[in-house]
């Protein structure tokens, strides 16, 4: 089972979903003969609305599911309740972006094209605490609440259940001097130094790397369980963008292979960023 509340209600989703599919059913149905609205059992298919445990035996008590079923979805519903580490942070964590934060902490395989910026799992302190100062939208406070966040992040790349990691990421987001010359120069040293974990695969797609996909940063999550779809990520300023259809994931995980084809080698890309750091040294 996953182990993040909001992987667990997604799972809860999943499934609720595909029962009343497998009944040939509309929501609008359901909530009928359930005396529900249909938007009630619509937000219990998204996720966008709490599910309690007596909902959902109601449910599979429509349905007729078996019992380890029943008990099964019950338990998800229960654990969904539950609050990440993360949101314990409040207002350093914005509730668009915790939705992410909670699926990338069941993520088995992580795939990100960055074309703007050092990838937030490879940033420095000091690097991330310009970046949300740069937005004029942040107190001191919900700054450093954001960088604590981040750093906490950082170490599932270093846990025993770390997911595969594969970046690619454009030389104009190494070039680009975040800060001053010191902040530069501490982050590519820890750009290589997480390149060298070895469940992370680094590829820089530099200046002459010809044509290649035209796209902004996005992030590909994969899950363990194959009944928990892939899932595409893109953020904006104030909210983001959740993709998981079948046709949209693979149109993604095409570009991806695209990119990585047109990046530098991992090994070619370590010798750039180190020439990168040669000149902040100056």
Same mark, same amino acid.
């Given at each position: 089972m996953a182990g993040s509340p909001t992987a667990r209600r997604r799972r809860l989703s999943i499934e609720? !979903? !595909?029962?009343?599919?497998?009944?040939? &059913?509309?929501?609008?149905? @359901?909530?009928?003969?359930? *005396? =529900?609205?249909?938007?009630?059992v619509n937000r219990m298919e998204t996720g966008t609305g709490r @599910?309690?445990?007596?909902? @959902?035996?109601?449910?599979?008590?429509?349905?007729?599911? *078996?019992?380890?079923?029943?008990?099964?979805? !019950?338990?998800l519903a229960r654990q969904a309740k539950t609050k990440g =580490?993360?949101?314990? %942070?409040?207002? /350093? #964590?914005?509730? =668009?972006?915790?939705?992410? #934060?909670g699926l990338e902490q069941d993520a088995s395989t992580f795939r990100q094209y960055q074309n703007e910026f050092v990838p937030g799992l490879m940033q420095t302190p000091r690097y991330a605490a310009e970046l949300h100062r740069a937005t004029n939208q942040m107190t001191d406070e919900d700054i450093n609440r954001a960088v604590r966040v981040r750093m906490e992040r950082q170490e599932r790349l270093r846990s025993p259940s770390a +997911?595969?990691?594969?970046? $690619? $990421? %454009?030389?104009?987001?190494?070039?680009? $001097?975040?800060?001053?010359?010191? $902040? &530069?120069r501490e982050q590519l040293e820890k750009v290589l130094e997480m390149a060298e974990l070895p469940n992370v695969t680094l590829q820089v797609l530099t200046f002459?790397? /010809?044509p290649y996909p035209a796209t902004g940063t996005f992030s590909m999550l994969g899950f363990p369980d194959p009944e928990d779809p892939d899932i595409v990520y893109r953020d904006g300023i104030t909210d983001a963008v959740y993709l998981e259809g079948a046709d949209e994931v693979r149109a993604y995980g095409r570009a991806f292979d695209n990119l990585r084809a047109a990046a530098?080698? +991992?090994?070619?890309?370590?010798? #750039?960023?180190?020439?990168l750091l040669k000149d902040y040294a100056k």
């Open positions: 609720l !979903k !595909k029962l009343r599919e497998s009944r040939r &059913m509309t929501c609008a149905q @359901v909530g009928a003969a359930l *005396d =529900w609205s249909g938007s009630k @599910v309690q445990p007596s909902d @959902v035996e109601a449910l599979c008590r429509f349905y007729d599911v *078996d019992d380890e079923l029943l008990e099964f979805l !019950k338990s =580490w993360w949101q314990a %942070h409040d207002s /350093g #964590v914005p509730a =668009w972006f915790s939705i992410y #934060v +997911p595969d990691s594969w970046f $690619v $990421v %454009h030389e104009s987001a190494l070039r680009s $001097v975040i800060g001053d010359q010191a $902040v &530069m002459d790397a /010809g530098a080698s +991992p090994h070619r890309s370590i010798q #750039v960023i180190t020439t």
